[in-house]
């Protein structure tokens, strides 16, 4: 257990429908992402929240959103779905560990959302 | 643009043996890297990482080795177990600054052959 909670783990709903998932981050960590995995794309970054705030952005489409609450939880929203939008969507949250010259970041990934969009 | 690949993207290892996992990476700023290992129905897991001031990083049964001429990182699992079964993605924290984001590749399969 990475002690990151996702829900709900799966997720059926018709195009055009909007959604929500959520993550819980390990206690005491600051960061999180999310990452969309499906077959022909891999493990493709969308977002990061640092402590409340947008700190990096990746593929991540104008359709979807996300943000990190007070108590450190996430939530992704993902609108108008479209059939190519069922994947599995993980939750990370990291551990910072800082050193002279840089910063270690190791993930602890959730056991992810599975969205099948019909 | 930014990509972080495999070599192979399926591996077959006796058990007991050793396995090799490759990876190519194509930012030369990248500054941290990273293996995980995700098992069927299960989020990624950190086995390993190594700074980009090292050359060689080892844990328990894995050794991670990073070459930057050639950008190439490898995943060295020593004594191979049925348990070590899984996809295996290498992971590169590239650009300017250590907030940048953490890229996958696209993984490697491994298969131990009991």
Redesign the interface.
């Known amino acids: 257990d ?1 002690g ?1 909670t996702q829900t709900p783990k799966h997720l059926i709903t018709a195009t055009g429908q909007r959604v929500t998932l959520r993550c819980s981050p390990r206690s005491g960590d600051l960061s999180v ?1 999310w ?1 969309q995995q499906s077959l022909d794309q ?4 969308l977002i ?1 929240y ?1 402590n409340g705030e947008e ?4 593929n991540i489409l104008e359709r979807f959103s996300a943000q990190q609450f007070p108590d450190l939880h996430s939530e992704l929203n993902l609108s108008s779905l479209e059939l190519g939008d069922s994947a599995l969507y ?1 939750c ?1 949250s990291s551990v910072e560990v800082w050193f002279v ?12 959302t599975q969205l099948s969009v019909l | 643009g930014e990509s972080v690949g495999l070599h192979l993207p399926t591996l077959s290892v006796q058990e007991g043996d050793n396995s090799i996992i490759n990876c190519a990476y194509s930012n030369s700023a990248s500054d941290y890297f990273i293996w995980y290992k995700q098992e069927s129905g299960k989020g990624p897991q950190f086995i390993i990482d190594i700074r980009s001031n090292m050359d060689k990083r080892q844990g328990q049964r894995v050794t991670v080795l990073l070459n930057k001429t050639v950008k190439h990182l490898s995943l060295q699992i020593a004594a191979t177990q049925p348990g070590d079964s899984a996809v295996y993605f290498c992971a590169e924290r590239g650009g300017e600054t250590s907030y940048d984001k953490v890229i996958f590749g696209p993984g490697t399969s491994l298969s131990v052959i009991p």
């Open positions: 990475s990151v992402y990452y891999g493990l493709q970054f990061q640092y700190r990096a952005k990746g993980f990370a010259g840089g910063q270690d970041e190791k993930l602890f990934f959730g056991s992810g």
